[in-house]
């Protein structure tokens, strides 16, 4: 005998194989909820009510449009001509580069690299239509809920929330 207890390094090794499942999951969705967030906090321009007149050629959704994920490497520069107004598509870009393997030592970046974004959060750019902590603000305020509901929703619903 040679004292290794085989079917116990087999449910250890499925334990490590469930585990590792569980943080993907939480880490995807966790990521997911902030890109959704930042999305939904984001204002799209509304022209008609500012003091000073835009650039002629301004479209109102280039903003929106340039939500960056990146992942173990922070996006550098803007998307310029990315326009989009509901954010349906820049949402569903960067959901799509979350790996299957979402956990274990990868670190996500969600930036806006415009030139404004920080005048955005900061409230001086569109001050009535951006949340009073600015939109990163208050998502970092949120992150412990968030983590809390994430969990919440996966033990309810027995999977990944996509």
Request: charged share 25%; glycine share 10%.
């Amino acid at each position: 005998m040679s004292g290794i207890n085989f079917a116990f390094l087999e449910k250890l090794k499925d334990k490590e194989v469930e585990i590792t499942r569980k943080i993907n999951e939480v880490t995807y969705n966790v990521v997911a909820e902030i890109i959704q967030r930042a999305d939904a906090y984001s204002a799209v321009g509304m022209p008609e009510t500012w003091k000073r007149k835009p650039p002629p050629d301004y479209q109102p959704g280039q903003f929106r449009g340039n939500w960056q994920l990146g992942i173990n490497e922070q996006p550098a520069g803007d998307l310029p001509g990315k326009i989009d107004p509901t954010g349906v598509s820049t949402v569903s870009e960067n959901l799509t580069k979350i790996p299957e393997s979402a956990g274990y030592g990868k670190r996500y970046y969600l930036v806006n690299n415009l030139p404004y974004a920080i005048a955005i959060e900061e409230g001086i750019a569109s001050p009535n239509q951006v949340p009073a902590q600015g939109i990163i603000g208050r998502i970092h305020m949120e992150f412990p809920d968030i983590v809390k509901d994430v969990i919440s929703d996966i033990k309810a619903n027995g999977g990944r929330v996509r």
